[in-house]
């Protein structure tokens, strides 16, 4: 059985192939990875950064995958504003999205985490508006949800980055590299 830990750049698909539109090919986990047989356990969005975990086990992916195994997921996220003590309760207890509410998580403000490595292209940054750093975990795994979540907050997020899944975690893990788990 391999796994590997894979910390996903920016702009990168969670695939190893572009079926997309014609034109200039986007980056895929091909450009990083060279290692048959092995698959992304869950997807992680190409304006999405961090912890991707590929195997080529199918019980595991399944496992890492499927919400109903409920493994959580933990995210940092720069968002757009001070989210107050509410917003982070509101997110806590589960927030009503379009396609329905979401499951409770954990949320909390952060600091920036010192490991960070820089984006490119870089975060627009306004003088006008602050940002602040939130460490969300959920358990569960629905198209953009931490997006639509902090959204539904009042508070847009700006960066997102998978710290963790399960256990696994992207300490030591520089953007764009992989390892064995």
Avoid at 57 to 78: E, F, S
């Amino acid at each position: 059985m391999t796994t590997i830990l894979f910390n996903k750049p920016f702009n990168v698909l969670s695939q190893f192939t572009d079926k997309g539109t014609e034109g200039s090919p986007r980056q895929t986990l091909s450009d990083y990875i060279d290692l048959p047989g092995v698959y992304a356990a869950g997807r992680l969005d190409r304006d999405s950064e961090g912890l991707l975990v590929l195997t080529d086990d199918g019980k595991l992916q399944a496992r890492i995958a499927n919400p109903r195994h409920k493994l959580p997921k933990t995210y940092w996220v720069q968002v757009e504003g001070i989210p107050d003590e509410a917003a982070l309760q509101a997110l806590q207890d589960g927030v009503a999205l379009k396609d329905g509410m979401t499951r409770p998580a954990k949320a909390r403000r952060m600091e920036e985490p010192t490991s960070l490595w820089l984006r490119d292209p870089p975060v627009r940054f306004r003088k006008s508006v602050p940002d602040c750093w939130i460490e969300l975990t959920i358990r569960e795994g629905r198209n953009r949800q931490v997006r639509r979540m902090t959204a539904a907050v009042g508070h847009p997020t700006l960066r997102l980055i998978r710290y963790a899944v399960g256990a696994w975690t992207l300490d030591g893990l520089a953007s764009g590299k992989w390892r064995h788990a």
